[in-house]
């Protein structure tokens, strides 16, 4: 199987003009990514696993968007460099059926785990059934997998 083609990576130098709204630049120029729901409370963050509309509403067309094997739903969000050994990781955020919680795993885990959606898959995956239920169809697949 081929790796998924990423896209959205955040390397190098740039000014504020040229990212979104949620991202900065220190003093030496160097992008730092500060994620738009990173100031959420418990609350607010858990509140997308009981609305379905708002959490609908909350996802971005320009998005990635891929289904882990199990069936939860992630964004890519970035690739980066593994602090002990420069192994390349992607950078994922947990958007279905659970709280929305940032996420890091080699890239050749994630290339093997993750297929790619497109955003109306994703729209029919997040309608498709109530959170309980998706919580323990994804419980019982880990379950299973472990034998």
């Given at each position: 199987m081929s790796s998924p083609m990423l896209r959205g990576s955040w390397v190098g130098r740039r000014t504020p003009s040229e990212e979104p709204a949620a991202q900065s630049c220190n003093l030496d120029g160097c992008l730092v990514f500060t994620h738009p729901e990173a100031d959420l409370t418990p609350a607010e963050n858990t509140s997308f696993?009981?609305?379905?509309?708002?959490?609908?509403?909350?996802?971005?067309?320009s998005a990635q968007y891929f289904l882990h094997r199990y069936g939860g739903l992630y964004e890519f969000l970035s690739v980066g460099k593994s602090t002990v050994d420069a192994s390349?990781?992607?950078?994922?955020?947990?958007?279905?059926?659970?709280?929305?919680?940032?996420?890091?795993?080699p890239q050749p885990e994630?290339?093997?785990?993750?297929?790619?959606?497109?955003?109306?898959?994703?729209?029919?995956?997040?309608?498709?059934?109530?959170?309980?239920?998706?919580?323990?169809?994804?419980?019982?697949?880990?379950?299973?997998?472990?034998?």
């Amino acid at each position: 199987m081929s790796s998924p083609m990423l896209r959205g990576s955040w390397v190098g130098r740039r000014t504020p003009s040229e990212e979104p709204a949620a991202q900065s630049c220190n003093l030496d120029g160097c992008l730092v990514f500060t994620h738009p729901e990173a100031d959420l409370t418990p609350a607010e963050n858990t509140s997308f696993m009981t609305d379905t509309q708002a959490l609908l509403d909350s996802l971005s067309p320009s998005a990635q968007y891929f289904l882990h094997r199990y069936g939860g739903l992630y964004e890519f969000l970035s690739v980066g460099k593994s602090t002990v050994d420069a192994s390349p990781v992607v950078v994922y955020r947990h958007v279905w059926p659970y709280a929305r919680e940032v996420w890091v795993r080699p890239q050749p885990e994630w290339s093997s785990r993750f297929t790619e959606l497109s955003f109306d898959d994703v729209r029919r995956l997040i309608q498709s059934e109530p959170v309980k239920a998706a919580q323990q169809r994804i419980k019982a697949a880990k379950q299973a997998a472990k034998g």
